[in-house]
């Protein structure tokens, strides 16, 4: 298994900031997966965060709205830039283990643009 | 990824078997058939995995019919602590790939 914290849990912000949201594994992993969950939403895949290389986006997910950094196995970190009120979201970190199935997913970290 | 097709909600007595169905007839060979749930507020926490066997763990069945177009996520005793949204998701191989959410099954256990 797998431990993970996010941070910050929650913010509030102001449209046209930006906020660095946190994750951190207790153990190497091999995958790490941005998430985004909008109020009464299921989950969306933002990206893939790669260690060493640049992050895989999906569609509707660009680099310069959702900046990524992997700098190691065991951290990783989203960015979300000048955001509006329709970034308004959960944002979710999910690992998987270097030798599992599994994907185990963090607290979230609960957006809220004013 | 296969496509899933789950019932928007249900309800389940404390204490009875919730059994939660869940529809992939477009699965292809290579695709693993997993179970998620989502308590309210928090992360997504995994239940139970299977390729075509049914399977079991101490948290729940997994019932994968033979043509695998459909499977019952099975909850043997349900309590007030498993109110939460289901996901059933389909994903090619068995590591490394996105896992795809439907909207799930709201499954509300009553006392």
């Known amino acids: 298994s797998a431990v993970i914290s996010q941070k910050p849990s929650r913010d509030i912000c102001q449209r046209g900031t930006s906020l660095t949201i946190q994750c951190q594994v207790d153990s190497q992993v091999t995958m790490m997966f941005w998430y985004r969950q909008q109020p009464g939403q299921s989950l969306t895949l933002i990206a893939t965060a790669n260690q060493g290389s640049e992050a895989t986006y999906e569609s509707g997910f660009v680099i310069d709205k959702f900046p990524i950094s992997r700098p190691n196995l065991t951290f990783s970190t989203l960015t979300v830039s000048n955001m509006s009120p329709e970034d308004s979201s959960i944002y979710l970190c999910?690992?998987?283990?270097?030798?599992?199935?599994?994907?185990?997913f963090g607290p979230g970290t609960r957006l809220t643009v004013l | 990824d296969a496509k899933t097709t789950q019932p928007t909600s249900m309800d389940c007595a404390e204490g009875r078997a919730a059994n939660l169905p869940c529809n992939h007839s477009t699965i292809s060979g290579n695709e693993y058939v997993y179970w998620y749930r989502q308590i309210h507020s928090q992360g997504p926490q995994y239940i139970i995995h299977g390729l075509k066997n049914n399977e079991t763990n101490e948290m729940a069945s997994l019932i994968i019919t033979e043509d695998r177009k459909s499977s019952t996520l099975i909850l043997p005793h349900a309590t007030l602590r498993d109110t939460a949204v289901y996901y059933c998701i389909v994903r090619v191989g068995n590591a490394g790939n996105m896992l795809t959410f439907g909207g799930g099954t709201r499954l509300m256990v009553k006392p």
């Open positions: 999910s690992v998987e283990v270097l030798a599992g199935v599994e994907q185990f």
